[in-house]
């Protein structure tokens, strides 16, 4: 499979009742851009860019950051790039970003709750996207936003820099990482233009386990039927309003997990690259039917270990 996998990996993820599903790379550096379009991958659908501020001193200027999102576009030849703001606190400091002690370091300033507190350091990020993207497709998102109130905040300074700088076909869309914003998704849906959903942290928020546990971590599994239904939730609200959503989390590659995303109806995996041409193999072998049925046994189980009971492995 996996040979056969790599001959087809930039075929489409087509299922055998013909509904494609892109299939999207994870990166943490642009310099694996190259990396990912040649192992197969529709886009990037999550770039994880606290690299950029981990490897300065200080918070990096514009030019900086501006030479690094250029080199995606440049190896991307118009393939859409999904860009995931700043997302760092917490457990994950900078040095130029002194926080105060937090008891609960996941449960206070992270993510856009941060970025929110210097709008000036988030405002060059979305300037520098802006410019790097000359036109190409770019697509912003941010991380742990828990309602509506957050996500139009940091919508503000993106209209701001976007009638500087004009980008054409610019979608502006929201993590769902903290439960509060799947169970308010049609609250959302009307203002995002995508979803994109990060099994981590919401398996994390769901079931209070925290994603690095030593000893819980086992239990942490995004097919707990729970965070199942937010999904389900998120998605239905995204469709009701023609957007689409994506899943980026580990999930999105967990090979048990595939039909029943698949059968949850959602557009868009975003896996590890060395991932993608397997997970475009494993859609290829299914019919959205029977992913279909796959989800709503998922969905009717308690746990989820009966739930990878029941499911089966591909
Ligand atoms: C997630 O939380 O699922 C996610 C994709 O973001 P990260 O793993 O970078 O927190
Ligand atoms: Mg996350």
């Known amino acids: 499979l996996?040979?056969?996998?790599?001959?087809?990996?930039?075929?489409?993820a087509t299922?055998?009742?013909?509904?494609?599903?892109?299939?999207?790379?994870?990166?943490?550096?642009t310099a694996h851009t190259p990396d990912a379009v040649d192992r197969g991958a529709d886009g990037i659908g999550l770039l994880r860019t606290?690299?950029?501020?981990?490897?300065?001193?200080?918070?990096?200027?514009?030019?900086?950051?501006?030479?690094?999102?250029?080199?995606?576009?440049?190896?991307?030849?118009g393939l859409p790039l999904v860009a995931r703001t700043l997302d760092v606190g917490g457990d994950k400091p900078l040095d130029y970003w002194p926080l105060a002690h937090e008891d609960n370091p996941f449960l206070g300033l992270r993510g856009i709750r941060l970025s929110l507190t210097r709008p000036d350091i988030l405002e060059?990020?979305?300037?520098?996207?802006?410019?790097?993207?000359?036109?190409r497709?770019?697509?912003?998102?941010?991380?742990?936003?828990?309602?509506?109130?957050?996500f139009r905040a940091a919508k503000a300074i993106v209209e701001r820099v976007r009638a500087e700088i004009p980008c054409q076909g610019l979608q502006v869309g929201v993590m769902i990482e903290v439960p509060s914003c799947a169970l308010l998704a049609h609250t959302l849906a009307p203002e995002v233009d995508f979803f994109s959903v990060g099994t981590n942290d919401l398996t994390q928020y769901t079931l209070a386990i925290d994603r690095g546990h030593g000893q819980l971590s086992?239990?942490?599994?995004?097919?707990?039927?729970?965070?199942?239904?937010?999904?389900?939730?998120?998605?239905k609200a995204a469709h009701a309003h023609h957007?689409?959503?994506g899943v980026c989390g580990e999930l999105a590659s967990d090979p048990q997990a595939i039909p029943v995303l698949l059968g949850?109806?959602?557009?868009?995996?975003?896996?590890?690259?060395?991932?993608?041409?397997?997970?475009?193999?494993?859609?290829?072998?299914?019919?959205?039917?029977?992913?279909?049925?796959q989800a709503e046994l998922a969905l009717s189980k308690a746990t989820a270990a009966e739930v990878r009971d029941t499911l089966e492995v591909l």
Not at 137 to 150: N, W
Not at 265 to 282: F, M, Q
Request: glycine share 4%; charged share 25%; hydrophobic share 40%.
């Open 124 to 135: 060059t990020q979305i300037r520098a996207l802006l410019t790097a993207s000359d036109n």
């Open 15 to 29: 299922t055998t009742d013909g509904h494609t599903i892109d299939v999207c790379a994870n990166l943490g550096n």
């Open 243 to 245: 957007r689409w959503v």
């Open 137 to 150: 497709p770019l697509r912003i998102m941010f991380p742990m936003v828990k309602d509506l109130e957050e």
């Open 2 to 12: 996996q040979a056969q996998a790599h001959e087809c990996r930039n075929e489409p």
């Open 264 to 293: 949850l109806d959602v557009d868009e995996l975003s896996v590890t690259s060395r991932r993608v041409p397997l997970v475009k193999a494993c859609i290829r072998g299914l019919s959205r039917e029977h992913a279909r049925g």
């Open 50 to 77: 606290e690299f950029i501020f981990m490897e300065h001193p200080e918070a990096p200027d514009l030019d900086t950051q501006v030479k690094e999102y250029r080199h995606a576009f440049d190896a991307l030849n």
């Open 218 to 235: 086992a239990q942490s599994d995004g097919l707990h039927p729970s965070v199942l239904q937010l999904i389900r939730m998120t998605v």
